[in-house]
Each structure stands twice: as C-alpha cells, then as structure tokens.
C-alpha cells in the first residue's frame, strides 16, 4: 500500500509545472524595491501573490504595509484544534539586475538551461514564494477537507533594501503572524543534492565617514605638497581598516564559534570570479572568514570620476563603509567601534567625522525540539534520506531576529531554494528546478506532519 510520504510526492510532482510556470510569471515582474515602496512593479508583484495565495486556497489574504513600507501579502488558514500553526516567510522584491551586458539573457524574462530557470528573482527570492505556493497546492489535493495544520504565509516586499519597517510592520501585525514553527524560505542549500539548515548569519551595519582638509578646491600645483587633498587622506583612512594580511583591524569586535563544516576556497573563487593572482584575505578557513568573523567593504565613495577629475585639491571626500558582524555580536558597539577606528585613522591632523547608517543583528539558531526532528525528517525524506547539513550564510537577513524575539518559544527553521551556483544578487541568477522540486516536497511533508505529529 503507497504511504503517504508517497501520495504527497506524487501531489508535489503534479503541481510543479502550474509552480514552474507561475514562478515565470513572477520573474517576468521587476520588482526591484530600490525604486521605492510605491514602485508600481512591487504593488504588482504583492497583488500577483496575494492572486497566488487565494487561488492555492487560503480563505484570508491580504495585502498589508506598515507607514511608508512596501506591500506585504498575508495569507492564513486558521489551525485545527489541537494542531501547531506554521509561518511560512518569503519576499517578493528583487535586487537590480546591474549590468545587462553581463547577462546572458532578460534577466526579467525566464530562461531555463540545463535545468536552471534564470532571471532576477528565479531564486532569490520567487523561488521561496512558489515553494510556498506549490506545498500548499499539494496538500489542498490531498486534504480537500482543510489543512492538518494551521498556516500564515508572510511575504513581504522591502528584503532587498533591509526591511526597514519590518519591526514596525511586525509590531503592529504579531497576532497575526504568530506562530509556533516559522520556516524562512530565503537562504539557500549545502549543495544542490544535500539540503541545509542555516544555522547562522551575520549582521550589517553601516558608517558614512568624511574627510574634509579645506574650505573650498584648491589649485593642486600651487598647494600641492604643502597641504593635502580630502580624498588622498580619505584613501588613507580607509587603508587602515585592514592589517597587511586582510584581516580586519578594527579592535573590539566578536568572533562567532569555528564552523564544524568547511566550504571548498577554490569554488569559492570560481563562482566568485576572482581574477588570477589575487589572494584571499584574512585569517582561519574559509568558512570562518565568510561565516564567523567579521569583515569589512568600502562599497561606495563620493569623489569627481576620472573624466570630470580637474587639478584641485578636492576639500572633501566621502565614502560608505560596510561591516558584517560575527553572531553574538552587539550592532550598535561594531558601529561604533568602526567609526571611532575611521576617526581615530585620521591622518596629517585632517577632520575626520562619521554618520551612522544602518545596523542589523546577526544570528545563531540551534533548531532543537519536536518541530525541528519533523523537518530534519522531512527534509531528508525530499532529499532521498540525505541528512541536512546545519551551516552559516555570510549574508545578513537582520530581521530574523527580530521574529526570534517576538516569538521567543518559536522553532524559526531557516532554509532556501539556493544552491551555490545560484549566483543571487549578481548576473545569471537561476534556481535549480530539482532544488525547488524538493524544497516544496519538504515543505509539504513538513506541514503534513507537523499536523499529525
């Protein structure tokens, strides 16, 4: 007799094409939320999920925003008596597509090759909605009487640009998410065939700094070499967040623990890109580097460009400068532990000041308890009995912690579409089908069982 673990993957095989085909559909939206939370491509993208969410059979959707945020898709269908209620969280916006020269196709028209479908968002992060979508289209086939566990899908619209109300918009809305099991579906996998628990992330925050030497431009060959000019001094201070090896100089900031896995450095550097002859940084494996020590990056200066570049000394310079942090970490004392080393680099006497820009948390999750020996179950079952792996994610999602305070007896399971050929954020971004595949096939075992466990 066929078990039920059987039934809903042959349920999860029939609605994969209807997924594939919405997920097409929702690449082809340029969601990108740079553009603003009133960017019609995000209204229409929220309007398309919530079209998703109603049409899988959840009877409350709606589409929500905190003040000045983007549009968030709400969507439940309350517990049955005596069954745990799962949040299942994903975002709807995109990043910029950047260069389209370094694509090798519409980065907003979906192309499958090799088994891939690239397109801006195909994994980062429509890939987690249409899981979402497609678990829950498997178990209305084989529950037509009603969910056996009660299910909230949050799917919010501002991710991209660090969800900036997403404090204000949980705050105001935690009845309506809570939960006893959340399961974030926006991080990504060991490899495409061996699932992953993140397990850590690290955190971000932000320091504007400015250097300023003269009240105004000066000619550069009748004061040049007496005085000197605000972006040589701003190169200078900025060459002091690193020590000769590449380690980060700032002093005070945490180390998270030494990972038990380690990533392979020379894949890294071929799905990195890296030119011939440029080393790594830093100190200890590559997984610590990436997922338990900070690092910092220099992401943006204001200076003339080359063309413009004329010969004064320039009286001002600006640059951003972006830190993530180790788990266990405080936010706000790496931000200040950054601008005082910016101010303290300070060379030649120059005025040196900093503005704080953003901060996010870092993460540490030990999934442990009933819920989570559900999942692991689950996922290993998706993944033809291939334990998942626990591992870290270098990237920062800061507002996981924000629902691990909200919902502190939550079991929060973090998990993904991505693989590390998913290329997210750059150009040929693309989700393996087969990883999608199972990764909805997990998700509806998961909900399956958790509501008869």
């Given at each position: 007799m066929t078990d039920a673990t059987d039934l809903l993957r042959a349920a999860v095989a029939a609605a994969m094409p209807g997924v594939r085909t919405d997920l097409e559909e929702l690449v082809r939206i340029p969601s990108v939320s740079r553009e603003g939370p009133a960017s019609p491509d995000v209204v229409r993208s929220a309007e398309a999920v919530a079209a998703l969410l109603a049409d899988a059979g959840l009877p409350d959707v709606r589409v929500l925003d905190a003040e000045d945020g983007a549009p968030a898709v709400v969507a439940r269908v309350p517990a049955p008596p005596g069954a745990p209620t799962v949040l299942l969280y994903a975002h709807h916006d995109v990043q910029p597509a950047g260069n389209l020269a370094d694509w090798d196709s519409d980065p907003f028209e979906p192309v499958e090759r090799a088994g891939r479908l690239y397109g801006r968002g195909a994994a980062d992060d429509k890939a987690g909605i249409m899981a979402h979508v497609g678990a829950l289209r498997a178990l209305a086939e084989r529950h037509p009487d009603g969910l056996p566990v009660g299910v909230t899908v949050f799917v919010e619209g501002e991710e991209e640009v660090g969800s900036p109300t997403f404090a204000a918009f949980l705050a105001e809305h935690a009845t309506l998410l809570a939960a006893d099991v959340v399961v974030i579906a926006d991080s990504a996998n060991w490899q495409v065939d061996v699932p992953a628990f993140t397990t850590s992330l690290r955190g971000l925050v932000e320091v504007y700094v400015e250097v300023r030497t003269h009240a105004a431009e000066q000619h550069s060959g009748v004061f040049g070499g007496l005085f000197p000019d605000a972006l040589t001094a701003l190169c200078r201070v900025l060459a002091a967040l690193h020590d000769d090896r590449g380690a980060v100089a700032v002093p005070?900031?945490?180390?998270?623990?030494?990972?038990?896995?380690?990533?392979?450095?020379?894949?890294?550097?071929?799905?990195?890109?890296?030119?011939?002859?440029?080393?790594?940084?830093?100190?200890?494996?590559?997984?610590?580097?990436?997922?338990?020590?900070?690092?910092?990056?220099?992401?943006?200066?204001?200076?003339?460009?080359?063309?413009?570049?004329a010969n004064v000394l320039l009286p001002v310079a600006r640059a951003k400068v972006s830190l993530r942090i180790a788990p266990g970490q405080d936010p706000q004392a790496a931000q200040q532990a950054l601008a005082d080393h910016l101010v303290a680099s300070a060379p030649w006497g120059v005025a040196v000041t900093c503005v704080p820009g953003s901060r996010g948390s870092a993460v540490a999750l030990a999934p442990q308890g009933p819920h989570a020996e559900v999942a692991r179950g689950a996922f290993a079952d998706a993944w033809d009995g291939t334990e998942p792996v626990h591992m870290g994610i270098g990237g920062s999602i800061p507002f996981i912690a924000d629902i691990a305070g909200q919902f502190p007896d939550a079991t929060i399971l973090v998990v993904g579409p991505g693989d590390p050929a998913a290329s997210w954020h750059g150009p040929n971004e693309s989700v393996d089908l087969e990883v999608l595949r199972r990764l909805t096939l997990a998700e509806a075992l998961l909900l399956e069982r958790l509501g008869t466990a």
């Open positions: 005070g900031l945490a180390h998270g623990p030494v990972p038990a896995v380690d990533l392979d450095e020379a894949a890294l550097r071929a799905e990195a890109g890296v030119l011939d002859g440029v080393a790594s940084i830093g100190e200890g494996s590559a997984a610590n580097r990436v997922w338990s020590m900070p690092s910092v990056a220099v992401l943006g200066v204001d200076a003339p460009p080359t063309e413009r570049a």
